[in-house]
């Protein structure tokens, strides 16, 4: 008997598009137990983003920084959250590191903020930097978030967005030590660049 050496053909297959999903399925798979509690995701334009380890460096920023507004804003009547879900739209939830948001705690009882409450967002970047400065950036923007900051931990630098659009925002303003910086939302406080980064080792 001959044996026939018939090449494979491949069948090529149509583009497929992915699934969006909502808000609200992302809300009833975490309550199924559909994803692993013990990995923490983000909505992202309709797609569950697993979210990166935090280094050293992150932390510490993260808590100078939540340290910093809170003593700066202790007699205002703002709300300071770390790494909680903000709802953008029905397709978008993420969970930045640090949010000031109007009102007080008990005002967010029943919603996560949302982008008119929220007046100020702020990612901290060790090891995402391109993702924040491009990805999220463009989430912001396209939800009207006024003010978006990305304190980059290792080059000791913040990249301040503004004037959002559809696109993405029309002002970015990097700023580097011993520069100090105000949220718009905010005129009154001051906040030095140095304060928020973890010391030179």
Request: charged share 20%.
């Amino acid at each position: 008997m001959t044996s026939l050496n018939i090449p494979l053909q491949t069948v090529p297959l149509e583009t497929v598009s992915l699934k969006r999903w909502t808000v609200q399925e992302y809300h009833q798979m975490s309550e199924l137990g559909i994803l692993d509690p013990d990995e923490r995701t983000e909505l992202i334009d309709g797609q569950i983003i697993l979210m990166t380890a935090k280094g050293i460096p992150h932390v510490t920023a993260l808590r100078l920084l939540a340290t910093q507004f809170d003593r700066l804003l202790a007699d205002q009547s703002v709300f300071v959250s770390t790494q909680d879900p903000i709802r953008l739209d029905n397709f978008s939830e993420p969970e930045p590191d640090l949010i000031i948001a109007k009102g007080t705690i008990l005002d967010y009882a029943d919603h996560h903020p949302r982008p008119d409450e929220v007046y100020l967002v702020v990612e901290v970047a060790d090891s995402t930097l391109k993702q924040d400065c491009e990805i999220k950036e463009k989430l912001y923007a396209q939800a009207n978030i006024a003010d978006y900051w990305v304190l980059d931990v290792k080059n000791r630098q913040l990249h301040i967005f503004r004037d959002p659009t559809p696109t993405g925002y029309t002002s970015h303003l990097i700023l580097n030590e011993p520069h100090q910086v105000t949220p718009l939302a905010l005129p009154r406080l001051m906040l030095s660049l140095t304060s928020i980064l973890p010391p030179i080792v």
